[in-house]
């Protein structure tokens, strides 16, 4: 069994180490120079990018097929369309961003004038997962550039092509004292950690983000988790199954399951137990094939990324199974060529390890309920999910799930496009991340917030002795 963990940290070639140091140190003036930069600066900047999404689509697609295989289309929709929205959001709002918030004066302060004033953090760091490699490291370099830093990428070295094809384009648009990209595996991100970073912005799971809280701790640096975990989703005896089927369907199977918010299992009301099992595999059989020969030619359908998670899957599906649980559809490994085919499961035993582990490939457990408040208890009793989707058409249960449970984001009659609302915070709770992305939550991840305050009168005067009777009595609360 290849455990989900971290791995091992080789160390970095002197070259490696020493050229991160120097650009490093190269990007230190820059960032100091960055606080006085305008808004039309950060912008310039921002549509170096977006433009260059759009110039580099054709290849971002091949390096992605190449990778695993990803089909082109999903490519658009989960990495070149979301950095190109997130840049334009930005470019369209940066102004107003960057204003300073003036705030009204509270009791102790009253004829003071003060403000918040959002100040660039400084020399940032951001590393990403390898699966939307260039989604999760160009889209957070939107809100980094916005908020006037420098950047140093480390994306993840499990999808080489696409991380090589962004090396190249990094280097094209940026100067590398602004920004710069290192490629490499666990051994890089180490050199990187060890660094006094003013802000480190990582995507990847749980267990590595324990790894980057603890480096930042060293030098107090601040830091945004975007972490994953297990998303459940919840459909009630009133939910529109077929609308539920076809959207579940969709947010699972994109990028063949390997996706943060995809629902990770699904509680369903025993009642529909069997209508909604029956319309999820019509959908899969339709969008996919039938058989395993079938779906591996698929053009629709991504494979496992290696044969390390490949491995790790099949292992979650083998225990499952030995531990009573049944295949409803689908089940084949084809290790060598990285396939697993899309399986529904139930009948899963509460010890299984599928129950524990974040799945992140093509098995969804669908796990029959009768007392929603069981639920909402096992959903309290688990680390915090970074997603939970909810499937009713019942308002007084919308709400209680609502009210009672901690997620990330939720949908309600929907899965996985909270992710791509730029109005909308993205990110987890606690195991599942700290602090947020998208368009002004992820400006405010990059900045700091300056309070300001300025005296406009004497007022103040108040505050120093002598504290006659007078000065008392207009401190009189
Ligand atoms: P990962 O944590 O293994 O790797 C992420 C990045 O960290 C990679 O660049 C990798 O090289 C680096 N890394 C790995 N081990 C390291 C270590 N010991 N020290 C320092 N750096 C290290 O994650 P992954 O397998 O690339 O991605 C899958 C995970 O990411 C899943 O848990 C998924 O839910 C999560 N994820 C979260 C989001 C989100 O937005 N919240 C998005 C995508 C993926």
Redesign the pocket.
């Known amino acids: 069994v290849v455990s ?1 963990l ?2 091992s ?1 080789a160390a970095p070639t002197s070259t490696t180490a020493a050229e991160i140091r120097r650009v490093f140190e190269r990007q230190r003036e820059t960032a100091i120079r960055l606080r006085r930069s305008t808004a039309q600066e950060r912008i310039a900047k921002i549509k170096r990018l977006c433009d260059a999404m759009m110039r580099y689509r054709e290849q971002i697609h091949e390096a992605a097929y190449l990778d695993f295989k990803k089909p082109p289309a999903e490519v658009d929709l989960a990495e070149v369309l979301p950095v190109i929205s997130e840049a334009k959001h930005a470019m369209r709002a940066l102004k107003k961003w960057m204003k300073p918030q003036g705030v009204w004066p509270t009791s102790l302060t009253i004829g003071l004038k003060s403000w918040v004033q959002y100040e660039p953090k400084g020399r940032c760091l951001i ?6 490699n260039v989604n ?1 490291c160009f889209g957070p370099l939107v809100s980094c550039i916005a908020a006037g830093n420098t950047a140093i990428l ?5 999808t080489p092509h696409l991380s090589a094809l962004m090396a190249k384009m990094i280097k094209e648009l940026y100067a590398e004292d602004e920004v710069a990209l290192f490629e ?3 051994s ?3 050199e990187l ?1 060890a660094l006094p970073f003013d802000h480190i912005f ?8 324990k ?2 809280m603890a ?1 930042a701790a060293k030098h107090l640096t601040s830091v945004t988790l ?4 297990k998303s459940p989703t919840i459909i009630d005896e009133t939910a529109d199954l077929e609308l539920a089927a076809r959207t579940l369907m969709w947010g699972k199977y994109t990028n063949n399951g ?4 995809a629902p990770d299992y699904i509680y369903v009301h025993a009642s529909k137990k069997d209508a909604f099992a029956k319309a999820c595999i019509e959908v899969i059989e339709s969008c996919y094939g039938k058989t395993a020969a079938e779906q591996m030619k698929s053009p629709y359908l991504a494979r496992v990324v290696n044969q390390r998670h490949t491995q790790r899957i099949n292992a979650l599906l083998t225990d499952a199974k030995q531990r009573g649980a049944r295949v409803l559809c689908g089940g084949e490994t084809v290790e060598h060529e990285c396939f697993i085919q899309p399986t529904l499961l139930d009948n899963i035993p509460s010890d299984a390890k599928i129950q524990s582990e ?1 799945i ?1 490939g093509p098995l969804l457990p669908i796990i029959p309920y009768s007392d929603l408040d069981q639920v909402i208890d096992a959903i309290n009793a688990a680390p915090k999910p ?1 997603a939970l989707y909810i499937w009713s058409r019942h308002e007084p249960t919308i709400e209680k799930v609502l009210k009672s449970t901690s997620a ?1 984001g939720t949908c309600i009659n929907h899965c996985v496009v909270q ?1 791509a609302h730029g109005n909308l915070p ?3 709770v606690n195991n ?2 700290i602090g947020s ?1 998208h368009g002004i939550y992820g400006f405010k991840a990059f900045s700091h917030e300056r309070a300001v305050v300025r005296t406009r009168f004497m007022m103040a005067r108040t505050l120093f002795p002598p504290y006659t009777d007078f000065k008392r009595k207009l401190l009189d609360l």
């Open positions: 989900y971290p791995g940290a590393i990403s997962p390898w699966n939307y999760l480390k994306p993840s070295e499990m490499g595996d666990v890089v991100s180490t950690l990582f995507t990847g799971s749980p267990a590595v983000g790894v980057v480096a975007e972490l994953g975990g390997q996706t943060c918010i974040e992140f970074l990330g992710y993205f990110g987890g599942s991340g992305a």
